[in-house]
């Protein structure tokens, strides 16, 4: 729904949209770190909620400018899923790096936040829900 | 848009199953603690879980199929192994499995250190209960938008 730019359904509303998908994408983070959370030599899943974000965001990004033959375009990359990447350097005997704690202290914020991003939706609809009911008194 | 939030949730509950699994083999190891006889021959040698991380599409192809790089990753149980380190020799001639000298090998299962294996496969599991709950709480509470 990114291209809508115009009244009601406007930018805010995209934007709230691709938060609420990337805290679900964050979700999937977190429980693939925690199942793993005992698996040998398993390097736990650092991707953030901005990662996913910014990929969500600037999926239309601005062209880079070019001087050399060998430069290449944004364009290929920023369309991608963000990266994974290795979060935390603490070392256990095992080789595994997830931190259960963390995992569940970050599991929890992503959820209030999704919250919060639902409700923000709902009052955006319930505005609108209103305006359609009091056009018909 | 929900993809995510199912395959979390596959994704926890293939951490319960295999936290389940490693839970039957540390009370399969505190049964088998005394046995001196196995089918095999020779006293019982304590049996490992290993766990390994597989691509959450590798699961469950059918139903979650994903588009795009970087899914989530899951957890299987890879292999159930069996622990080389030597048995405990106790000394008992009255034992019917003891030796010429009166020494009876004894299976290699430390019953404490099978407690605290029992423990954290206790506390993993509910980790990921907590998980599944939160990706079900997520799901629910987008419902709920719908009324």
Same mark, same amino acid.
């Given at each position: 729904?990114?291209?809508?730019?115009?009244?009601?359904?406007?930018?805010?509303?995209?934007?709230?949209?691709?938060?609420?998908?990337?805290?679900?994408?964050?979700?999937?983070?977190?429980?693939?770190?925690?199942?793993?959370?005992?698996?040998?030599?398993?390097?736990?899943?650092?991707?953030?909620?901005?990662?996913?974000?910014?990929?969500?965001?600037?999926?239309?990004? &601005?062209?880079?400018?070019?001087?050399?033959?060998?430069? &290449?375009?944004?364009?290929?990359? !920023?369309?991608?899923?963000?990266?994974?990447?290795?979060?935390?350097?603490?070392?256990?005997?095992?080789?595994?790096?997830?931190?259960?704690?963390?995992? &569940?202290?970050? &599991? !929890?914020?992503?959820?209030?936040?999704?919250?919060?991003?639902?409700?923000?939706?709902?009052?955006?609809?319930?505005?609108?829900?209103?305006?359609?009911?009091?056009?018909?008194? | 848009?929900?993809?995510?939030?199912?395959?979390?949730?596959?994704?926890?509950?293939?951490?319960?199953?295999?936290?389940?699994?490693?839970?039957?083999?540390?009370?399969?190891?505190?049964?088998?603690?005394?046995?001196?006889?196995?089918?095999? $021959?020779?006293?019982?040698?304590?049996?490992?879980?290993?766990?390994?991380?597989?691509?959450?599409?590798?699961?469950?192809?059918?139903?979650?199929?994903?588009? $795009?790089? $970087?899914?989530?990753?899951?957890?299987?149980?890879?292999?159930?192994?069996?622990?080389?380190?030597?048995?405990?020799?106790?000394?008992?001639?009255?034992?019917?499995?003891?030796?010429?000298?009166?020494?009876?090998?004894?299976?290699?299962?430390?019953?404490?250190?099978?407690?605290?294996?029992?423990?954290?496969?206790?506390?993993?599991?509910?980790?990921?209960?907590?998980?599944?709950?939160?990706?079900?709480?997520?799901?629910?509470?987008?419902?709920?938008?719908?009324?």
């Amino acid at each position: 729904m990114g291209e809508h730019n115009f009244g009601f359904f406007d930018h805010g509303f995209s934007r709230l949209e691709a938060t609420l998908q990337s805290r679900e994408r964050m979700q999937a983070v977190h429980s693939s770190n925690i199942a793993n959370a005992d698996t040998p030599n398993y390097r736990a899943d650092g991707r953030t909620f901005d990662d996913y974000l910014n990929a969500r965001l600037n999926g239309s990004a &601005m062209p880079l400018a070019t001087s050399q033959a060998g430069h &290449m375009q944004l364009e290929s990359v !920023s369309r991608h899923e963000p990266e994974w990447r290795s979060g935390g350097d603490v070392q256990r005997a095992d080789g595994n790096t997830v931190d259960l704690q963390k995992e &569940m202290a970050r &599991m !929890s914020e992503n959820q209030l936040m999704h919250e919060l991003s639902l409700r923000m939706i709902r009052g955006r609809i319930n505005i609108l829900t209103n305006a359609i009911k009091e056009g018909s008194r | 848009m929900s993809d995510s939030l199912f395959s979390s949730m596959s994704v926890a509950a293939a951490g319960m199953t295999a936290q389940r699994a490693r839970m039957d083999v540390v009370a399969e190891n505190i049964a088998n603690a005394e046995s001196t006889r196995t089918a095999e $021959g020779g006293p019982y040698r304590r049996r490992q879980v290993v766990f390994r991380t597989i691509a959450e599409k590798d699961a469950f192809p059918a139903i979650f199929a994903r588009a $795009g790089q $970087g899914g989530s990753h899951s957890v299987q149980v890879s292999d159930v192994v069996r622990d080389p380190r030597p048995f405990r020799e106790v000394y008992d001639p009255v034992h019917p499995d003891a030796d010429a000298n009166g020494i009876v090998r004894m299976p290699n299962v430390n019953t404490i250190e099978e407690m605290v294996d029992m423990q954290a496969a206790g506390r993993s599991f509910e980790a990921n209960v907590t998980s599944l709950e939160a990706s079900k709480r997520m799901f629910l509470k987008s419902l709920e938008m719908l009324r």
